[in-house]
């Protein structure tokens, strides 16, 4: 593989992760921590993931339990959960909130199908841009003599060869969160 395209295969390696970080926050059939824990709480003027402010954890496969290490905050943990697109009534108990999941009706579970896949081909976008970033890299490389023709055409080789690697791989996460939003 030409040095090019070791040397940009980090963003593609990005690329990936952040679509990984993006699926998981779909909700599948039961509720687990990171499904709020990047949700955004004003806490004291500063905007902070709800994961640096308080404990979460999933006593039960439908509900969230967050205690905040501040019980000063509860309100903000309280508004910030109600203005995310979760849809879900945050229920304040004591020093601490919960949050219940009603089962997925097979409506919801197609619609977060397509949101899904709508984040997938995000990715894929995302993964293309960084194709044709490198592919313009390799092309002046040739155009400057840095490289040879015949390097270019292996170094484009390669570059698709990857390419289809990563749309491969952003492929199989969608199937399998696909089918953890489908299983009942």
Do not use: C
Request: glycine share 4%.
């Amino acid at each position: 593989m030409h040095n090019l395209i070791i040397s940009n295969k980090i963003s593609f390696d990005k690329t990936l992760e952040f679509i990984k970080s993006e699926i998981s926050n779909i909700r599948t059939g039961r509720a687990t921590p990171s499904l709020v824990e990047k949700i955004q709480v004003e806490s004291y003027g500063v905007m902070s993931e709800l994961m640096h402010l308080a404990s979460i954890n999933a006593p039960e496969p439908q509900t969230i339990m967050i205690k905040p290490w501040d019980k000063g905050i509860l309100k903000a943990i309280e508004k910030a959960i109600t203005q995310s697109d979760l849809n879900v009534n945050p229920v304040v108990d004591g020093d601490l909130v919960r949050l219940y999941f009603p089962p997925l009706t097979e409506e919801t579970r197609l619609a977060l199908v397509k949101t899904l896949n709508k984040k997938l081909e995000e990715g894929r976008v995302a993964i293309r841009a960084q194709r044709e970033k490198v592919r313009d890299l390799v092309n002046n490389a040739e155009k400057n003599k840095e490289i040879s023709e015949d390097e270019k055409f292996q170094a484009l080789k390669d570059l698709d060869e990857l390419t289809k690697e990563y749309n491969e791989k952003i492929k199989e996460m969608g199937d399998k969160k696909e089918k953890e939003i489908m299983t009942i």
